[in-house]
């Protein structure tokens, strides 16, 4: 079975730009997360689609960070302008069903992402 | 509301000792409760989940963590370190609608020859 794929794995950018990554979940899979990992820490959960609709966005920075998935598959997260303090680890996540505290997250191998 | 605090940001072992991560949580439900692990630029791979069953759950690479109520841990061990266990180490807990997880700060393995 195939994990749960990101691109690119690595994006260097100056700030004020804008960035795009891009998820594909696991076949089947209805719900998917983004999630950002700053150096040293946990991730922290940025956003959760159910199919194609948001369940929760709340730690979502909205006036510099949007997502969307088209169809209820593919994920792209999307930052523009870019700021020094996102540098991180940016991991998309995909589950089963969602909703249910027993369902299992994978995660993808995330993309590093360096503001300078 | 929910939380998990590892006790350890860091452990040091010697290959061939046991291991022993330390997890505590806090959760307003009966939570579900996961390892998982986080090699150098890899993603998080899930090592075992604890949903309710047994209370002594067995993950891959003979990991196991053992649930316990009274003292609201999800400790993780594992009898005989790898030189391949070293990598970061997350506890996460579950137990809110809407399956949010919540992360400890993680672990940090070291495993000596």
């Known amino acids: 079975e195939a994990g749960v794929a990101q691109s690119p794995r690595y994006k260097i950018i100056e700030k004020r730009q804008s960035v795009a990554f891009w998820c594909n979940p696991i076949s089947g899979h209805a719900t998917l997360y983004w999630y950002q990992q700053i150096l040293g820490q946990g991730p922290k959960l940025l956003i959760q689609f159910q199919n194609n609709g948001v369940v929760d966005d709340s730690q979502l920075p909205k006036d510099r960070f949007s997502a969307e998935r088209l169809k209820g598959v593919d994920s792209t997260l999307k930052i523009q302008p870019a700021k020094l303090e996102d540098s991180a680890v940016y991991l998309c996540?995909?589950?089963?069903?969602?909703?249910?505290?027993?369902?299992?997250?994978?995660f993808g191998p995330g993309t590093r992402l360096t503001v300078l | 509301a929910q939380s998990v605090t590892q006790l350890d940001s860091h452990v040091s072992v010697s290959e061939g000792t046991p291991v022993l991560l330390r997890c505590n949580y806090s959760?307003?439900?009966?939570?579900?409760l996961f390892w998982y692990v986080q090699h150098p630029n890899k993603g998080l791979q899930l090592l075992l989940k604890y949903t309710s069953a047994a209370t002594l759950v067995k993950g891959i690479n003979g990991f196991e963590a053992e649930f316990k109520k009274s003292e609201t841990s999800f400790h993780l061990t594992k009898p005989s370190a790898h030189m391949s266990d070293a990598a970061e180490y997350f506890c996460?807990?579950?137990?809110?609608?809407?399956?949010?997880?919540?992360f400890g700060g993680g672990t940090r393995v070291l495993v000596k020859p």
């Open positions: 996540a995909s589950s089963l069903v969602g909703g249910i505290p027993t369902d299992t997250q994978y």
């Open positions: 996460v807990v579950n137990g809110a609608a809407g399956n949010k997880l919540t």
């Open positions: 959760s307003s439900y009966s939570p579900s």
